[in-house]
């Protein structure tokens, strides 16, 4: 059926069309409006023509600008069985870490204290997660970060979740199986207007929480809580 299918309430609309889908984003930002067809892999963007610039002859536009191309990005990942997860993502000797929490809760503070250990921060708002077929989950960063401006095109092997909070002493707790995959999904984004990608994307979720250790952390904002996590690893 063709139709409005999702509002954000005033941010975004996406509306079913005969030929796919349409993407409508405020006149305050430079893209403006996309057509997509109905898989996804092809479509048409429309900008604001004074959002336009000159660059070597060229026309060019910001091409990652949101929230347009982040919306397209998150769904786009879930149909190919992917999940973006609100969290900070380091990888420190070459294994993967996940801190996923809810604003506030302390991913940019735990990004800053791993980039002054010398471990690299993929993002400090938005990480990637896709399972392989065969072998590790595999965490990304995204070019959109937070306040600090933390983002890293590179992926690693996920190695470890940890569910973040402040808390007055770090203190760390292993969680399994419905509690685990639970709260993972609850940090993460999903298309809510598509049943089908909504199901997906819960097994996605069962499946990196019953293969990667996950745990809960409360943690004081000081180099402490890079020894506590440490330890499990």
């Known amino acids: 059926a063709e139709g409005l299918v999702c509002d954000s309430g005033g941010i975004w609309r996406i509306h079913q069309t005969p030929e796919g889908w349409r993407l409508t984003c405020p006149p305050t930002w430079p893209a403006r409006l996309f057509e997509l067809d109905r898989g996804l892999a092809h479509g048409h963007l429309y900008c ?89 989950t595999q965490i990304y960063g995204t070019p959109w970060p937070s306040v600090d401006g933390f983002w890293c095109n590179q992926q690693a092997d996920l190695a470890a979740i940890f569910l973040i909070e402040h808390a007055p002493q770090n203190a760390l707790q292993s969680i399994t199986g419905a509690e685990a995959a639970a709260r993972l999904y609850a940090f993460s984004f999903v298309p809510p207007f598509d049943p089908l990608l909504i199901a997906q994307s819960l097994r996605v979720v069962q499946r990196i929480a019953g293969a990667v250790p996950c745990f809960r952390l409360g943690f004081v904002p000081d180099p402490s809580v890079i020894d506590c996590v440490l330890r499990v690893l």
């Open 48 to 136: 604001d023509p004074r959002t336009v610039r000159q660059e070597d002859g060229h026309r060019a536009v910001q091409a990652l600008e949101r929230p347009g191309f982040q919306i397209l990005h998150h769904w786009r990942l879930a149909q190919d069985g992917g999940l973006v997860v609100h969290s900070a993502g380091v990888v420190h000797e070459g294994r993967g870490l996940l801190f996923a929490g809810t604003s506030g809760a302390g991913k940019t503070t735990i990004s800053r204290l791993w980039n002054a250990h010398g471990a690299t921060v993929l993002s400090d708002e938005r990480n990637c997660l896709r399972p392989a077929a065969s072998g590790p």
